[in-house]
Nanobody
Framework: VQLQASGGGSVQAGGSLRLSCVAS????????VGWFRQAPGKEREFVAA????????YYAESVKGRFTISRDNAESAVYLQMNSLKPEDTAVYYC???????????????????????WGQGTLVTVSS
């Protein structure tokens, strides 16, 4: 599995960005692809994930209503549309993938970053006030 993330950049508070993750080699629809982020001096935290089948998605409380994760079958890509960005959204965002069957539920899986076996390179999002 290879994950190629892109789309980071700098934006003012209230603005929008869209992150893209092209995922190649996903072996099964039981996989989930999503995003974690890590701000300077802070622990890594879950952002959002979607099953490769596209049937289920899950969000961190801090981004619900502002971020939307989606999957494009034709492009083998997952997108994270980020609206109403806040300075606290500033972080390096990582695209991740893993098999949900190892954890039974997507929600449980998202609570543990180690459940995601594959990590792409990060893309920096900077939100200025």
């Amino acid at each position: 599995v290879q994950l190629q993330a892109s789309g980071g950049g700098s934006v003012q508070a209230g603005g929008s960005l869209r992150l893209s993750c092209v995922a190649s080699g996903i072996p099964s629809d039981s996989y989930a692809v999503g995003w974690f982020r890590q701000a300077p001096g802070k622990e890594r935290e879950f952002v959002a994930a979607v099953t490769w089948s596209g049937g289920k998605s899950y969000y961190a409380e801090s981004v619900k209503g502002r971020f939307t994760i989606s999957r494009d079958n034709a492009e083998s890509a997952v997108y994270l549309q980020m609206n109403s960005l806040k300075p606290e959204d500033t972080a390096v965002y990582y695209c991740v993938a893993g098999d949900v069957r190892k954890t039974v539920t997507l929600a449980t899986m998202c609570a543990h970053s180690e459940r995601f076996d594959y990590w792409g390179q990060g893309t920096l999002v900077t939100v200025s006030s």
